[in-house]
């Protein structure tokens, strides 16, 4: 199993243009999540989708969309870049989202917007 | 909103030394919590997670954790640290009844000196 898979690992953006994150997970879970890591303020969390078919959004949405299109596949996209979205962002997924909810994560996207 | 703290930003150890990593968090009710390791360029990995039972809690790779309710802490120990310990310590909490994702701590950045 690959488990939780990105792509890209590496973005370059120039202010105003728009990309989109790729994730994917094998392990069949129902629950995913899309948190940025910056330095010194930990991962917070972007958005997050319960089962397939919905989405919420989480600390800091403003800025993002997002689409759970399948059980597996939950993508995170920028409309209009701006430099404050230089950031790692890291997907994760869990078998539900109740409390006993362990979460695992993808490698995580480098992106830099300049 | 629950909140997670964790003490020290920044520890700079030698082999050997014991490791003592604190995590408080803000919320009352039922939690579970976790520690995360992020070793230099990789992603988050479970170190330990505590979900009831035995409040002293051991992981992978020699770390244990305590659980004390009545301090609203789960701080990380290991007895003896190792260079590869170097990493970035990410303690979580779950609380939510819902999907919403996991609380993280700011991190501690640990450095392991020869």
């Known amino acids: 199993n690959a488990g939780v898979t990105q792509t890209p690992k590496f973005q370059v953006l120039k202010t105003g243009q728009s990309m989109t994150l790729q994730c994917a997970q094998d392990?069949?879970?129902?629950?995913m999540y899309w948190y940025r890591q910056d330095p010194g303020m930990g991962l917070r969390l972007i958005y997050y989708s319960a089962s397939e078919g919905t989405t919420d959004k989480g600390e800091v949405p403003n800025g993002y969309n997002v689409s759970r299109l399948n059980k597996r596949e939950f993508s995170l996209r920028l409309e209009s870049a701006a430099p404050s979205q230089t950031s790692v962002y890291f997907c994760a997924s869990s078998e539900d989202g109740g409390l006993y909810n362990e979460q695992f994560f993808g490698p995580g996207t480098r992106l830099t917007v300049l | 909103a629950q909140s997670v703290s964790q003490h020290n930003h920044h520890v700079i150890l030698s082999e050997a030394a014991s490791l003592e990593l604190g995590c408080n968090y803000s919320y009352g009710g039922t939690v579970n919590l976790f520690w995360y390791v992020q070793y230099p360029g990789q992603h988050l990995q479970l170190l330990l997670k505590?979900?009831?039972?035995?409040?002293l809690v051991k992981g992978i790779k020699g770390f244990e954790a305590e659980f004390i309710k009545s301090k609203f802490s789960f701080n990380l120990r290991k007895p003896s640290v190792q260079w590869s310990d170097t990493a970035e310590y990410f303690c979580a909490v779950n609380s939510g009844g819902g999907a919403d994702g996991l609380t993280f701590g700011k991190g501690t950045h640990l450095i392991i000196q020869p």
């Open positions: 392990m069949n879970h129902n629950s």
């Open positions: 505590y979900f009831s039972g035995d409040p």
